[in-house]
Each structure stands twice: as structure tokens, then as C-alpha cells.
């Protein structure tokens, strides 16, 4: 069996260009380990494939969920190991490339046996998040159970309810139900993470915002609130298009707006890597050094000497 590749790395690290360019190499296809780029209409403020990217290799895992379904490092699991059931099926190679840490750990980490929800609670707390805010949950997040509130990709509406309602099923933190065992890679994976010096990536961050704004993430926003999406449902609660509904509500000025989303998305970024970098199988790439060109080279090169080792 072919080794399955993970590209891994901070927001605006380069992952998807380098991850396209590596598929065309080697015969591969790309399953999307985002947990935005998996529904429909948020095209810019999620950094989807161009058309382009998204004609010379396969992607899977994009733009394939109503706005209003919910999503978890659970159903996407069972996806990823669809998705690679078919692309092993057809002798190509399996390539995640993405930055949600929760995803990138259940392929190659079984989940923890956390409790199923509780609808009453569910219920509860979503009515409470309408009348009180999602800040105020957030702030009770942080006192019943700060590790998980530390870890979560900003203030995520669904993550926050859910960690609320185990606590009210056990009076035990979210995060104590999240297995201390180490994290192992397994051996039919290799996992490689692209580094950028702090400064570097924070100006890459500011790029990647001005160009959302220029392409019109604003537009694409609104465009969503007038098809009746609601600016509460989870899938909005998103760096960007959070912003965005702030700005389209008059509540901040265009400026701050685009102030706002680079600091949460520098936010975002340390997140990630402090997840990330616990993990030392991950085979860090200095991007600063190398090209694009010679970071696909030094994969193919790990992944064959890889291979020989069996």
C-alpha cells in the first residue's frame, strides 16, 4: 500500500498550493482536513482550491455540506476513510492537507469515547446562546473547563455547547475526556508540517486577508445573508465571515473589520502550531529555505526512502 501523505501547517502556510503540486507529481488526490472548506458558498473567507487547483487534481471533502448541517472530527472521519477507500481503490495516492488540528488527530488517533448529547441540553444551551450571546457561554467555558476553551478555533457556537453539555452530563471538563495516551503516527502515514519564522507568516496573514477582502469577502457574506442564512449558525461563526456580518451590521468600520480578522487569524495560527507542535513525528519543512519546488522534492524523497524501510 502506498504511504498516505499529511501536509500540515499554520493558516496561510502554503499547504493547498504545495499540496496540489505534489498530487501532480505523484499521482495523488487531495481530501481537505478543514472544517470550513466542507460546506458550501464560503469560497473565500475558507482559501478553497481555485478552479484551477481544483481542475488538475481531485479534491475531496470541499464544498459538499449545506450551510445549516452540522459537522464533526467525527463525521469527518467517516468521509476521510471513504474518500481513501476509493482513491487507494484507484492505485492513486491519498494526500490531507489542512489545518484543523481535532481532524488531522482522528486520522491517525482513535476518538475518545465521550458521551452522545443530550438533546434536553442541547436545547437549553442553544436557547441561552440566542438570548444571552455565545460570549456568555464561552465565559462559563473558560470557568468550568479553561483547557478546552484555550484550544478551540475561536468562538465556535457548536464546540462550546457541546463541551457545556458533557459538563452538565459528568460535572467532568470536555478536555479530561480527550486521551492523555501519546499520539503515535501509524505506520501507513507520513506527516510533514510547513514552518514559517513568526514574522513571516504573521505578513503572509496580512496578504492572505487584504486579498480576501479584494476578492470580495464582504460580497460573498452578504450574498449568504440574503439567501436567509442565518448569521448564527455555526458554519458563520467563522474568522472572516464573523467579521464580515459584523461590519454588514454596521457594528465595526471597514477598517476595523480587516484589523479584527488579522488578529483572530494570527490568533488561529498559534493555536494551531502549539497543537501541532506536540506532535514530534510531524517532519517540519523550513519554507523560508526552500522552495516550493524543493519542498515537493524533499517529500517524494522522505516518502520513497519511507517506503524502502517498509
Given amino acids: 500500500m502506498k504511504k498516505r501523505i499529511i501536509i500540515a501547517g499554520a493558516t496561510a502556510s502554503g499547504k493547498s498550493s504545495l499540496a496540489v503540486l505534489l498530487a501532480q507529481r505523484i499521482g495523488g488526490e487531495i481530501v481537505s482536513v478543514d472544517s470550513r472548506q466542507c460546506y458550501k458558498l464560503l469560497d473565500i473567507g475558507t482559501a478553497k482550491p481555485t ?5 488538475r487534481v481531485p479534491h475531496h471533502n470541499v464544498s459538499i455540506l449545506d450551510l445549516r448541517e452540522k459537522d464533526s472530527a467525527a463525521a469527518f472521519l467517516m468521509r476521510a476513510e471513504k474518500y481513501t477507500a476509493e482513491i487507494e481503490s484507484r492505485d492513486n495516492r491519498v494526500i490531507f ?3 484543523s488540528t481535532l481532524h488531522l488527530q482522528s486520522l491517525i488517533h482513535p476518538l475518545d469515547d465521550i458521551p452522545s448529547s443530550n438533546p434536553d441540553n442541547i436545547r437549553l444551551l442553544n436557547r441561552r446562546a440566542d438570548d444571552e450571546g455565545v460570549q456568555t457561554l464561552y465565559r462559563e467555558l473558560r470557568q468550568r473547563d479553561p483547557e478546552y476553551a484555550q484550544s478551540m478555533d475561536g468562538m465556535n457556537r457548536q464546540r462550546i455547547i457541546r463541551a457545556l453539555d458533557v459538563w452538565m452530563q459528568t460535572n467532568t471538563p470536555f478536555s479530561s475526556f480527550h486521551t492523555n495516551r501519546k499520539v ?3 505506520k501507513e502515514y507520513c506527516f510533514f508540517g510547513l514552518h514559517h519564522p513568526r514574522k513571516e507568516l504573521h505578513k503572509r496573514i496580512e496578504q492572505r486577508t487584504d486579498n480576501m477582502i479584494n476578492q470580495g469577502l464582504v460580497e460573498e457574506t452578504r450574498e449568504i445573508l440574503n439567501r436567509g442564512y442565518s448569521p448564527n449558525i455555526q458554519s458563520l461563526q467563522t474568522v472572516g465571515y464573523k467579521q464580515a456580518i459584523q461590519y454588514l451590521n454596521d457594528e465595526i468600520s471597514h477598517e476595523q473589520m480587516v484589523k479584527d480578522i488579522k488578529t483572530a487569524t494570527r490568533r488561529y495560527a498559534k493555536r494551531q502550531l502549539t497543537w ?6 510531524i517532519d517540519w519543512i523550513d519554507m523560508q529555505s526552500n522552495s516550493m519546488d524543493n519542498a515537493v522534492g524533499y517529500i517524494e524523497q522522505q516518502v520513497a526512502a519511507d517506503a524502502q524501510k517498509g
Fill in 276 to 281: 501541532l507542535r506536540r506532535w514530534n513525528f
Fill in 184 to 186: 503515535t503516527l501509524p
Fill in 97 to 99: 492537507c489542512g489545518g
Fill in 51 to 55: 478552479q484551477a487547483e481544483l481542475a
